[in-house]
């Protein structure tokens, strides 16, 4: 059953910023690590950026890294990602997911996930 529903994306020119959002409706996960991937047509999922349940530890990618920003809401079953000066190579289908913690996240080991979304990047 899917409990992770992403909002935000869309088309946009490059340098432009999006706002994603990812609700939760399981509260069972709000202290579980949270992030965003993303995967483009042909290519192997990426995982962008996630946030630990508690601490406020973070990773992202080195791609993302000083444009895009993680955070998560007060109640901790919202997450979002800022995502600043757009690239066409951007585009992709970004998901909302969790993991055991930042690590297992980022080596691409979600154990949940969203539908995803569109977010295009045109130059």
């Known amino acids: 059953q899917v409990h992770l529903v992403e909002s935000g994306g869309g088309l946009v020119q490059a340098g432009d910023s999006l706002r994603l959002s990812c609700v939760d409706s399981d509260v069972t996960f709000n202290h579980d690590t949270k992030g965003w991937f993303r995967q483009s047509p042909g290519k192997e999922r990426e995982s962008v950026a996630a946030?630990?349940?508690?601490?406020?530890?973070?990773i992202y990618a080195g791609f993302v890294k000083d444009r895009f920003t993680i955070s998560r809401g007060n109640a901790g079953n919202t997450l979002f990602l800022q995502m600043n000066n757009l690239k066409p190579e951007d585009t992709a289908v970004y998901h909302c997911a969790t993991a055991v913690d930042l690590n297992k996240f980022y080596q691409g080991e979600y154990f949940y996930w969203g539908q995803g979304m569109q977010v295009t990047v045109t130059s």
């Open positions: 946030m630990s349940g508690t601490g406020g530890g973070t």
